[in-house]
């Protein structure tokens, strides 16, 4: 059963653009390497990995393949691997990478490259519950605020906070399962930013393993500037 895993580096990163002089965030450097490439080290550590899709923004394609060539000889990765130009939202990515995986992929993990700093253990959780017959599973962390629900300037009310997880990736889907929701998102009109709400539209189980503190995502110029003080001569 072939694993593979698409990582999502389409976004525009608009939120980060004055931070970030207009490059994609994904594009900043950690490391002497792009943010998006220490997923790449971080999954090729996995045996059970097959290969990489990777989503680029349209305009920065062949930047990127070329990019990724690289980085491939520089790094010796040795997996296959795709590029694909991703699409307007999320999901529109994720089903871009979906149609560029081989036919004996089995099993996916969707990821937002966002997010550099997950771990190798925690994909081997995600794959471990897949083993145990799980066909969706995503990593969940307790939420620590106290989380209320808003309309405008007012609360509607208080969430019971034990009852809540903050949801991160990789997510590890069976890949039928996934084609299965993103085509009926696509005949629905359905949006979601994360691939688990599209499966659990679809009525089907989603398993959660426990994420990570440290798997955090890099969308403010604040989470940046956090980046920055810690590993400031690595970032530039
Ligand atoms: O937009 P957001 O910050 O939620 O993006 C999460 C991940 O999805 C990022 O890694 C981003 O590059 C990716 N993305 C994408 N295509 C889009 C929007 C976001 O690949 N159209």
Redesign the pocket.
């Known amino acids: 059963m072939s694993t593979w895993c698409i990582l999502?580096?389409?976004?525009s990163g608009t939120r980060l653009q004055a931070a970030t002089a207009g490059r994609p965030k994904?594009f900043l450097e950690l490391d002497g390497r792009p943010l998006y490439w220490r997923s790449a080290l971080t999954l090729r550590t996995l045996p059970e990995l097959a290969g990489l899709v990777f989503?680029a923004p349209a305009a920065h394609l062949p930047a990127m393949e070329e990019e990724i060539r690289r980085l491939w000889v520089q790094d010796a990765l040795n997996l296959p691997w795709r590029i694909v130009a991703?699409?307007?939202?999320?999901q529109?990515?994720v089903r871009h990478g979906l149609h560029a995986l081989p036919d004996t992929c089995a099993r996916v993990l969707i990821h937002?490259?966002?997010r550099p700093f997950a771990s190798a253990a925690l994909v081997r959780r995600l794959l471990e519950a897949m083993d145990r017959g799980a066909a969706a599973v995503i990593p969940a962390i307790a939420v620590t605020d106290t989380v209320k629900e808003v309309e405008q300037h007012t609360v509607l009310r208080t969430l019971d906070r034990s009852r809540l997880r903050a949801v991160q990736t990789p997510q590890a889907f069976a890949l039928p399962l996934l084609r299965q929701a993103h085509a009926r998102a696509e005949a629905e009109g359905w949006e979601a930013?994360d691939d688990a709400s599209l499966v659990e539209a679809l009525g089907e189980a989603v398993v959660i393993v426990p994420g990570e503190e440290t798997n955090m995502?890099i969308?403010t110029p604040q989470d940046l500037e956090l980046l920055r003080q810690q590993t400031s001569p690595l970032l530039s």
């Open positions: 999502l580096a389409a976004g994904q989503v991703g699409g307007a939202r999320r529109d990515s937002d490259s966002a930013t995502k969308t």
